[in-house]
């Protein structure tokens, strides 16, 4: 499967954005879906999860409450809805792709990724 993030830009601290992750090659329904991010000189890490029907979603603690995980199977897409952000939400952000299950969506778990999209909250 191909995947493809998109929606990324440079937005003040406390705005909004929603990013998406267009999957070509399989239907997406098969996967469960996680969405990381790289900042300069940091390592990838996870932000959120959400399994293969959309019931079970999980966030990294310094998300939670803030950016909402979702996924339309039947348009292959899965989003990130980023609100309230922070200037250390600045980032690469990634969507990847596993076969096995949300319970292994972590950076060494995944099966496919996607380029990624620049986050960059100014403050």
């Known amino acids: 499967v191909q995947l493809q993030a998109s929606g990324g830009g440079l937005v003040q601290a406390g705005g909004s954005l929603r990013l998406s992750c267009a999957a070509s090659?399989?239907?997406?329904?098969?996967?469960?879906m996680g969405w990381f991010r790289q900042a300069p000189g940091k390592e990838r890490e996870f932000v959120a999860a959400i399994s293969w029907s959309g019931g079970s979603t999980s966030y990294a603690d310094s998300v939670k409450g803030r950016f909402t995980i979702s996924r339309n199977n039947a348009g292959n897409t899965v989003y990130l809805q980023m609100n309230n952000l922070k200037p250390e939400d600045t980032a690469v952000y990634y969507c990847?792709?596993?076969?096995?299950?949300?319970?292994?969506?972590?950076?060494?778990?995944?099966?496919?990724w996607g380029k990624g999209t620049q986050v960059t909250v100014s403050s």
């Open positions: 990847a792709a596993n076969g096995y299950g949300i319970s292994r969506v972590q950076v060494d778990g995944m099966d496919y």
């Open positions: 090659g399989r239907t997406l329904g098969a996967y469960a």
